[in-house]
């Protein structure tokens, strides 16, 4: 294995995925002055936080051990130069003269994924757009979007969590992995987005399209995220609606009101399976999962995205985290998702053509 590649392999192993260094021309263009900034208003006299944004990052959820809450200018150059010696490889056409690769999969020239994650992976990085940098927020080059608690990890999750991802596992002995649609995770069915990258909270997924557009009106806001086309309607307004209990719509029931300049958005009623459908982030959460995010322009190229984690049901203690939106100086085009979600009824077929094959075999 070359030097080069492996070194960033150990570098993607504690959760710094990226994509190309940005030039320091660029870097200059965006470093925002507050001074000659002014804030933007719409009619109605609020911050205008429209437009198309991206939460694209190298900096992972939680903080690795033994890393301080902000890198320092060494670290984050090792960081991002790692990332961009990977990306050399990953980017280099692929040969048209070699083997294929053994069935499970080897991380081989510029394949995309790995053994352990268990497929034989893509021929290059190309539809690949995990981000560029280290995450800035208020100047600081932090090492995770994590931050309170101090140490920057998601808290332990309370016995009755514990007991809950139990229960989780023995219902689900009961079918195979294959045997219904609903046994499929819900990217996969084209529900939702992939990890937390809807929200809330609106996290980046470290795989692509972690691009937002949004919509404001004197009564709503409107995000768009590009993963999975998933569209949150925030109404505006003094007082929450309250749902009842069962009523729990896809990523929640969210009241946005602005606290000054900052717009503040509130959410409950999340559906159990899409609390469960954090992946690496939220093994299993309770009903009452609640969230409180707050968005806040900080510059001309910068939104400030700010979240609580509200659960003791399942953590115990509240947790929450700050990432920067960045300005997406391009457009946000739709995902279609499967174009009909053909794979997926594919998929079902060739697990039911594996039982027949089997049976044959048996008998």
Known sequence: ?????????????????????????????????????????????????QGNWTNATITPVQRSSGVGPVLTPEQVAAIEGGRQEFL?????????????????????GNLLFDAASGGTGGYNQFWVDAGDRVAIFNGEHRSSLVTSPEDGRIP???????????????????????????????????????????????????????????????SHIMIMTEMVHDVRII??????????????????NSWGRWEGDTLVVETTNLPIEQVTAYSWLVPT????????????????????????????????????????????????????CHEGNYSLENILRGARAEEREAERIRN
Not at 1 to 21: E, H, K, Q, Y
Not at 181 to 208: I, K, Q, T, V
Not at 298 to 308: D, K, Q, R, V
Request: hydrophobic fraction near 35%.
């Open 1 to 49: 294995m070359p030097v080069r590649l492996a070194r960033t392999i150990a570098l993607l192993a504690v959760g710094f995925a990226t994509l190309a260094s940005t030039a320091p021309v660029v870097l200059l263009a965006q470093a925002e002055s507050r001074e000659q900034w002014v804030l933007p208003r719409t009619p109605e006299g609020l911050p205008d936080i």
């Open 88 to 108: 050399e490889e990953g980017y280099a056409d692929s040969d048209p003269d070699r083997e294929a690769p053994p069935a499970g999969g080897v991380f081989s």
């Open 156 to 218: 332990a999750l309370t016995p009755a969590a514990q007991r809950r991802i139990g229960d989780t596992f023995v219902r689900n002995r009961q079918f195979g992995e294959f045997d219904n649609p609903e046994n499929r995770p819900l990217p996969e069915r084209c529900l939702m987005s992939f990890g937390s990258n809807g929200g809330p909270p609106m996290l980046p997924n470290y795989f692509y399209n972690n691009n937002y557009t949004i919509v404001q009106t004197p």
């Open 235 to 252: 109404p505006l307004s003094q007082t929450r609606q309250v749902f009842p209990e069962h009523i729990r719509p896809w990523m929640g």
């Open 285 to 336: 959460g309770s009903e009452n999962f609640k969230v409180i995010e707050r968005f806040t322009r900080a510059g001309e190229f910068t939104l400030n995205y700010e979240f609580t984690v509200i659960d003791p049901d399942s953590y115990e203690s509240e947790w929450g985290g700050e990432v920067p939106f960045r300005r997406l100086d391009g457009l946000v085009y739709e995902y279609a």
